[in-house]
Nanobody, 122 residues
C-alpha cells in the first residue's frame, strides 16, 4: 500500500516554472513505476510523464517534452516534476500515481495522490 501526496502547485505566469513534489509513504517508491497525469476541466485525464524502477527510462508526453523533467529522490521517497516554460494550456490538476506496471495510461496505476492545481496565466 502506498500513500501519495502532491504539493507545489500554484499560479504562475506563462513562461514561468514550478516544481511539483509527490511524497510517498507506506512503501518504498523505488520499486514502483511512477506516473504524472493531469486533468483540465471538462477533459479526460492525460499522461504527462512516467518512469519505471531505478535506472529505467523516463517517458514524456509530446506536449511537455523538453519543458518538463521527472526525477526521483529515493532517500526522501519523493518524486518530482520540474515544469519550465509553462503555457496556459498546462493549466490542470496534476496527479502522481504509482503502480507495478509502467504505462502511459492511468488504468494500470493502483495508487493516486489527491492532486495539486497548476494554473498558468497568459
Amino acid at each position: 500500500q502506498v500513500q501519495l501526496v502532491e504539493s507545489g502547485g500554484g499560479l504562475v505566469q506563462a513562461g514561468g516554472s514550478l516544481r511539483l513534489s509527490c511524497a510517498a509513504s507506506g512503501s518504498t517508491i523505488s520499486t514502483y513505476a511512477i506516473g504524472w497525469f493531469r486533468q483540465a476541466p471538462g477533459k479526460e485525464r492525460e499522461f504527462v510523464a512516467a518512469a519505471g524502477w531505478i535506472g529505467s527510462s523516463t517517458y514524456y508526453a509530446d506536449s511537455v517534452k523538453g519543458r518538463f523533467t521527472m526525477s526521483r529522490d529515493n532517500a526522501k521517497n519523493t518524486v518530482y516534476l520540474q515544469m519550465n516554460s509553462l503555457k496556459p494550456e498546462d493549466t490542470a490538476v496534476y496527479y502522481c500515481a504509482a503502480g507495478r506496471t509502467l504505462s502511459q495510461r492511468p488504468g494500470p496505476y493502483n495508487y493516486w495522490g489527491q492532486g495539486t492545481q497548476v494554473t498558468v496565466s497568459s
